[in-house]
């Protein structure tokens, strides 16, 4: 994996056509896109001890996988019926649906994201070769943390069928972007956690779908497979997060796990007049760890799901 001197990432729904409003920025790292699946040459058998072994056979199965961290940011502006968060495609190719209404976008988990398939094309440039990489009917899974000195970041992993990459005429140049993102989220401005919303001092927490994503075999497929992927919530949504508590009565965690009592988790991002707000429902946590020699600061973890009624979905996130 190359580090990537310059390059920018566009993802558009599938089948649509490439618009400079479809950056995603990327922050710095390796290369976004590794080829997988049977990508080695595949060895024959030998037929007679005393005749060289066959020229190896090209492997089959192969697609994209691509991985990637951006910057979890506000709208660009008030959110309306056309005006989306920068990372909505990506979302949704992870098995949320969207919703608008009073000014605010939501995105939910939805009872099966298998039914509707939906799924992006992921285009990733760079000047340091001159190649354009293709990834078309891609879905994803994420990540999301934060911590109380740095930008709120979504990792996202993904896979989507493999394109040959695209030689780029002109070696260095880039297609024109359009920066379509808003203000970057910072710490969490507040918060409730097992019924506390006030006490304590968030340190760090990441929060993750709960998301597989799985290729379908398909030896007639030219890349032998099928797409989209299957996308499956094997794992609860989870969150992991560290904290300070001011005082012993502003930690009722401890209580709320020994009661093996569910309840709601909300962390509520703001910059500026841009906000996202993180719900997770009915979660179970686990038992706090205690970190030894900082007093009154642990960790615990937590599984969320839907309610009773399966209705709720077990993660939404609101773009206000």
Known sequence: ?????????FITEQGESLAGSDLVEVQRGTSVFAAAGTVENIQRPLVRSYI???????????????????????????????????????????????????????????ANPNATPYSVSARFEESMSGNYYVSSSS???????????????VAWTGTGEYNVPIANATPGSLTAATANAGPPMLAVDSYSLAGASSGFVIRDWSITGGLTVTPRLDAADSNGYAWPAVI???AATSISITI???????????????????????????SGSRGVALKLNSVSLGAPVLQQGTPNMFSFTGAASTDSAGSTSSLSLEFT
């Open 52 to 110: 060289d072994r066959q020229a190896p056979a090209a492997g089959l199965t192969r697609y994209w996988t691509t991985t990637f961290t951006s910057e979890l940011r506000g709208t660009n502006g008030t959110p309306t019926a056309a005006n989306f968060p920068e990372v909505d495609q990506l979302l949704k190719a992870a098995g949320l649906t969207q919703s608008y209404s009073s000014d605010v976008h939501t995105y939910d988990f939805t």
């Open 244 to 270: 300070e508590a001011l005082s012993e009565s502003a930690a009722p965690m401890f209580a709320g796990w020994a009661a093996a009592n569910t309840g709601d988790i909300n962390l509520n991002l703001v």
């Open 232 to 234: 499956s919530r094997d």
């Open 1 to 9: 994996m190359a580090v990537v001197t310059d390059g920018q990432l």
């Open 139 to 153: 879905n994803y899974t994420f990540t999301i943390s934060g911590n109380a000195e740095n930008l709120v970041t």
